[in-house]
């Protein structure tokens, strides 16, 4: 076959071309190439559309490669025991330079869950959904975090911050509790009056051991009642327990709940502290 220019008999190399028209052909482009760099550098405005241009290209190569190794990673068993095996030696013979690489992930993190709201928000979701997941490994991380840092742990509980959350939580856990032994009402008004007393403010609300073995009952659930976090610590134990019945619980207003435990201390029985 010969070649595609006129006037010439030589023998087609690639693309239609001998091999003299094919080197003249690529020396062309590249001249063709180079002047239009030149133009681009020469003009600011060119360069950044160009550069811009390339960035874009770039990135969606990268994200197609990203996704194609993803999809063979996930499907070809032996190519995923293949990187496993090259990412097991790569840590082991850099280890500072997975610290390093680390540390800078976490710095470029950190910077953006500052700045970047919803960023923040989704990662907050994420980690309560994988709190949820991972209720072992995640009490047995904190456990070693607080060991390894006193000195933080002792500064994060003063901060005003930990104090808001703690009390949003409790009033939280409160309110939990309140509604699965009640509904919202005082139980002592129901009984003794047959008027149902529902107070503005459901933390008027009390919880109240029928048989006045409250102290027992929180030592049995938490291990001990004179600390000054039993009362979150109980309804915890009761909320991780599925609300138990086998030790009766309702709730009254606080002037109710001293009549009921004022009438017990008097000798009555838990019936009759309800119906009489």
Not at 196 to 201: S, T
Not at 209 to 234: K, M, P, S, V
């Given at each position: ?110 910077e953006q869950y500052a700045t970047d709201a919803e960023y923040r928000e ?155």
């Amino acid at each position: 076959m010969e070649c595609m220019r006129k006037h010439c008999t030589g023998e087609v190399v690639d693309k239609g071309l001998c091999g003299p028209h094919l080197e003249a052909e690529r020396e062309r482009k590249r001249q063709v190439q180079l002047r239009y760099m030149a133009r681009v550098q020469a003009d600011p405005e060119k360069r950044a559309k160009a550069n811009a241009k390339r960035n874009e290209w770039r990135k969606k190569t990268a994200a197609r490669r990203a996704a194609e190794l993803r999809e063979r990673y996930a499907n070809d068993p032996e190519f995923r025991e293949r990187v496993q095996e090259q990412s097991r030696r790569y840590r082991e013979q850099h280890p500072e330079r997975i610290k390093e690489q680390a540390q800078a992930r976490n710095e470029i993190r950190r910077e953006q869950y500052a700045t970047d709201a919803e960023y923040r928000e989704k990662m907050k979701a994420n980690a309560l959904v994988w709190a949820s997941e991972n209720r072992e490994r995640k009490s047995e991380t904190d456990r070693k975090w607080r060991e390894a840092n006193p000195e933080k742990v002792r500064a994060n509980n003063r901060s005003p911050r930990t104090k808001e959350r703690r009390k949003q939580n409790y009033a939280e856990l409160k309110m939990e509790v309140l509604l699965a032994y009640g509904d919202g009402s005082c139980a002592w008004h129901r009984k003794n009056f047959g008027t149902e007393f529902r107070p503005d403010d459901i933390f008027e609300l009390e919880l109240h051991h029928i048989n006045g073995d409250g102290a027992a009952h929180r030592r049995q659930l938490t291990g001990e009642t004179n600390h000054r976090n039993y009362a979150h610590q109980f309804y915890r134990a009761l909320k991780d327990r599925g609300w138990p019945r086998d030790t009766p619980l309702i709730t009254l207003c606080g002037s109710c709940h001293k009549k009921a435990t004022l009438a017990l201390q008097r000798g009555a029985t838990p019936l009759e502290t309800l119906l009489n």
